[in-house]
Structures are given as C-alpha cells and as structure tokens.
C-alpha cells in the first residue's frame, strides 16, 4: 500500500513538473494548454489516487476530486481555448495547420 | 530644504534598518503560543462552542470586525456597479451576452453547476466545523452562477432579488448580534444561543447562522458584481431603454 502509495504521488509529481515546463517552453497559448491541462489532469489525479493508498480514510473524498478533475478540467481547458480562439490570438509562427479555420471557410 | 529632509529622513530610515540587522542572527523560532492565542484556544470551546477555532474569533471574538468586513465588500461590489454602468460601448456585452460558451461548455457547466452549489453550501454550513466558511462558500456559489453567465444566461439574473437577499442578509446579520442583548452581558454580537453538543452540526450557538447570512450575503453581491460587469448598459430588465 504505501510503496503504491508513494511511486503514485511520485509520478504525479513528476508529471506536474514537466507540465510546469511546458507552460514556460511552449511557444503559443494553444500548445501551453496542452501542458497546462493535460499533465496537470494527469498529475493531480495520480497525485490523489496516492494520498488514498496512503490514507485510505481519505479514499471517498480524493475519488470524489478524481471525478471533479476528470469532468472539470477538459470543460475549463476547452472554454479558454475557445475563447482565445475567437478573440483571436494568433497561433505560433511554427504551426503547420488550423483544422478550425479551414474548416469554416469551407462551410 | 527640501532635499535636506528628504536626506534625513533616508538616513533615518537606513540607519533604522541597519538596527534591525543583529536581530537577524539571534532570531529564536518561539516554541510555545503567546497569552492572547493560548487563551483564545483554551477559551473558544466553553465560549463559542466552535470546533474551528478560526471561526470563533471571526464570528465571535471580532464579531464586529466581521459585521465591517461585510460591510465594505458591499461598498465595493457598490462603487463596481455604479462603475460598470458608466460603460458605454458593447465591448463586455459582446464577449458574453451574445456568446453561449460553446456546446462543451452549455452541457458541462449545467452539469457541474449544482454540485458546485452543493459544495459551497456545504463549505457555508460547516464553517463552525471544518475550514472554510461563508466567504469562501460564498464565493463558490457565485462562480456556480458564473458558470451560468458564461453560457450567455445573464439576461435572465433576478436583480432585485439579489438585492432583497443581500439585504435581508445583512440586516440577519445584525439582528442575530442584537440577540446578544438579550443574555446576561448585554453586548452586541454576543453568542446567546445554546451552544448544542461540540461537533455537530447544529452547535456553537449563533456562529452557523451569522456563517449562512454571511455565505448569502457574499454569494449575491459577487453574483451581481459579475453580472452587472457582464450586462451592457440598457441591457438590464428593459426599464432603461430609452437611454442610448
């Protein structure tokens, strides 16, 4: 249990950790999402999954944030995306394809 | 002149901090809690009755600092609606009464919303218990409401009833500290109400219900700062259409 426990959190820590770099190394709004919500989803859920094997009395509560994190997150990071998009901020110069905007001009 | 003052007040100050410095290295960590705080913990549980003892010195302790805290968050969610509606153009109007949020947003928002309501309700009612209480589960409802404003609803924000709430509130507020006149020290803000059995849900006299007229308070002052900042002007219940 606490060696499960403990390379859980371990993991997660080392996934927020490189989320963390991804905020600073990515070059544009839309590719610092990526790590900004996805290694953190990752992260955050593994980090609590540990804290239950560690303190199983705390299991019902860390599943329930699981679930809030899993529903939560996408929503959250899919709405900043959107918005960013229609205000328009620019992709970076290095991106090869805009799959939205080739869209709409072929609507 | 002026020069000269300035200079002596710069000396002043840097030979005040160059004081400071010895105390730098024979800092000591204190190892046991000063009179006021070991008397505030040894006191809060036959006093208050509150488990929490952050909140008994909020509710109860400086009650009154409390009753003035409320009272300038109300001073400011004020100055930003007389603020907001000193805005002319459509900029705000644009980026949220005219856009639904997209569909992820519409279908999963309206299905985190209530249990985003239930949890700062939660937060609210246990604030004489555990962390939290009617600030922070205040502010949880009101982003709840947020949610709803982003998906383009926030035509639809009940405003005089927001009003009637956060008054009646406040004056809750008040009224629960007046009972305080009925005990025997016959002073505002004094907890007169049974204590109830430690730990439970229904316990620690008056500080849940100051807590909840707290949380209300909270809750519709930030709902409407955020909706006022989110309405154009004009934009609201249709009584000011003729103002361009």
């Known amino acids: 249990m606490t060696i499960a426990g403990n390379v859980l959190v371990l993991l997660g820590s080392a996934f927020l950790v490189l989320g963390g770099l991804g905020l600073l190394r990515m070059p544009d709004v839309y590719n610092r999402l990526q790590a900004g919500t996805k290694a953190t989803t990752l992260g955050a859920m593994s980090v609590l999954l540990g804290s239950a094997f560690l303190a199983p009395g705390l299991a019902t509560k860390a599943v329930l944030v699981i679930v809030f994190i899993a529903l939560a997150n996408p929503i959250s990071s899919s709405t900043i995306a959107r918005s960013a998009y229609k205000a328009g901020i620019p992709l970076a110069p290095v991106s090869v394809r805009d799959d939205l905007k080739s869209k709409e001009a072929a609507e | ?244």
């Open chain 2, 1 to 244: 002149m002026r020069k000269l003052t300035g200079l002596l007040l710069m000396g002043g100050f840097v030979l005040y901090l160059v004081s400071l410095v010895p105390g730098l290295f024979n800092a000591t960590t204190p190892t046991a809690l000063d009179s006021v705080g070991a008397a505030i913990i040894e006191d809060s549980r036959t006093t208050s009755g509150s488990a929490n003892v952050v909140t008994a010195i909020v509710v109860q302790y400086r009650g009154l600092d409390t009753l003035g805290e409320v009272t300038v968050l109300f001073v400011s969610a004020l100055g930003v609606a007389i603020l907001a509606s000193g805005f002319r153009d459509d900029v705000f109007r644009s980026m949220f009464a005219d856009d639904d949020g997209g569909f992820i947003l519409q279908y999963g928002g309206r299905l985190l919303m209530p249990f985003i309501v239930l949890v700062g309700v939660y937060i609210v009612a246990h604030g004489h218990l555990s962390p939290g209480g009617g600030f922070p589960g205040g502010v949880l409802i009101a982003t709840a409401v947020f949610i709803l404003i982003l998906t383009g609803q926030s035509a639809r924000m009940p405003h005089r009833l927001l009003s009637i709430l956060e008054g009646a509130a406040g004056l809750g507020f008040i009224g629960l500290g007046a009972l305080g006149f009925l005990g025997s020290e016959l002073s505002f803000l004094t907890n007169t109400l049974p204590k109830g059995e430690y730990l439970t849900l229904l316990s620690a006299g008056f500080i849940p219900f100051i807590y909840a007229m707290v949380g209300i308070k909270v809750a519709s002052e930030l709902t409407t700062v955020v909706s006022v900042l989110t309405e154009a002007p004009g934009h609201e219940s249709g009584k000011e259409e003729g103002r361009s």
